[in-house]
């Protein structure tokens, strides 16, 4: 119980490093290293054709995707963007995020997996829990979404562009963000993280929750070849049989996960 108690206060701590913020132009160096990579990413394994949407960060529009989306179109499967001008605040949840979960169904006719970057993947979680009966899995890179959302250096942003002021956020909604969703979950993080702090970037440990370290700036996660193959890796499960993430051989001494 008392480890149980230290993981809790670990996750609500804030703990964003002004040092690893100066450092997020290394974000130039992870999409460098896509090209001598392409090897290990055309590795992956090959999608089944089902539908994937991809949600961008705060303040970034679909562009920021095409890469990812991109890489996973290469893999098999059909992707989508946010199509939406940009991820707006959390009380817009139901009229934005909900209705182009519907527009993507309804082209699919099955499940679709949601992908989301930083307070995209806030929103990726929460389409799921509104919505489990449409989503197949829920993918987060780099996105705070427990414990405290001041642990980051955009809440200010935030709260200016979307006229939300983070205090006026419902105490119960604020609590069911930092519990599981009920569909299966991966939460990628980045302990160098210099946006968001990693300890509010993972998921309670669940049979359908799993968390897997990468390493990486906040800004270059998309752009990361550990990031896309993971996806890739992750979304090839066959629907119903999703199993959490045991690296072996070399993948062991590089990925790091929770169990």
């Known amino acids: 119980m008392a480890a149980t108690g230290e993981r809790s206060e670990r996750r609500r701590r804030p ?22 990579a392409a090897p290990v990413l055309l590795s992956a394994p090959s999608g089944d054709g089902h ?34 001008r940009e991820v707006l605040g959390l ?60 642990s980051n250096y955009v809440w200010p942003m935030y709260e200016a562009v979307t006229g939300t002021p983070i205090d006026t956020i419902p105490t119960r909604f604020l609590e069911q963000m930092n519990e599981p969703t009920g569909v299966p979950s991966t939460a990628l993080y980045s302990k160098t993280d210099g946006v968001a702090s990693w300890t509010c970037c993972v998921e309670q440990e669940t049979p359908l929750t799993e968390n897997i370290e990468v390493y990486g700036s906040h800004i270059g996660l998309l752009h990361n070849p550990m990031v896309l ?31």
């Open 91 to 150: 009380h817009r949840l139901v009229t934005v995020a909900l209705t182009r979960l519907a527009e993507v169904t309804a082209r699919s006719g099955g499940k679709v997996s949601v992908i989301g970057h930083s307070l995209g993947g806030i929103y990726a979680r929460e389409i799921a829990r509104a919505a489990p009966e449409h989503v197949r899995t829920v993918i987060t890179v780099g996105s705070p979404f427990a414990g405290d959302l001041k």
């Open 229 to 259: 193959y993971l996806i890739a890796e992750r979304l090839a499960q066959p629907e119903g049989e999703w199993t959490k993430f045991t690296p072996t051989g070399l993948a062991a001494r590089v990925f790091r996960t929770d169990g």
């Open 15 to 36: 703990s964003s490093n002004p040092l690893l913020l100066l450092a997020e132009g290394r974000a130039l160096f992870e999409a460098v290293t896509l090209l001598p």
């Open 51 to 84: 539908h994937v949407v991809v949600i961008p960060p705060f303040g970034a529009g679909d562009a920021f995707t095409t890469v990812l989306r991109g890489y996973l179109s290469q893999r098999g499967y059909r992707t989508h963007k946010w199509d939406r």
